[in-house]
Nanobody, 120 residues
Framework: VQLQASGGGLVQAGGSLRLSCVASGSTSSTYYMGWFRQAPGKDHEFVAA????????RHVDSVKDRFTISRDNAKNTVYLQMNSLKPEDTAVYYC??????????????WGRGTQVTVSS
């Protein structure tokens, strides 16, 4: 499966962005999908994951009540709606796919990242 993320950009603190990730080469409902991020000088951080048909989601505590992961399998697309953005959310965001459920989420496939920059 190939993953292509988009939707990043520059936004002021308190603003919103919606990231999209299109999966190609395979049916997206085969995979548990997730989002990670990496800020400058920091490790990859898990952000959110969603089950194959969207019935179950997980979000890291730092983004709960602000970010929402969702998916549209008819469009082979997973989304990350980000509201009330903070400067500490600045990072490159990566879409990921996993062949099976795991806790913590482990990615088998990665997409290229999309930059999100939040100004104060």
């Amino acid at each position: 499966v190939q993953l292509q993320a988009s939707g990043g950009g520059l936004v002021q603190a308190g603003g919103s962005l919606r990231l999209s990730c299109v999966a190609s080469g395979s049916t997206s409902s085969t995979y548990y999908m997730g989002w990670f991020r990496q800020a400058p000088g920091k490790d990859h951080e898990f952000v959110a994951a969603i089950s194959r048909y969207g019935g179950s989601t997980r979000h890291v505590d730092s983004v709960k009540d602000r970010f929402t992961i969702s998916r549209d399998n008819a469009k082979n697309t997973v989304y990350l709606q980000m509201n009330s953005l903070k400067p500490e959310d600045t990072a490159v965001y990566y879409c990921a796919a996993s062949r099976g459920y795991s806790d913590p989420y482990r990615a088998d496939y990665w997409g290229r990242g999309t930059q999100v920059t939040v100004s104060s």
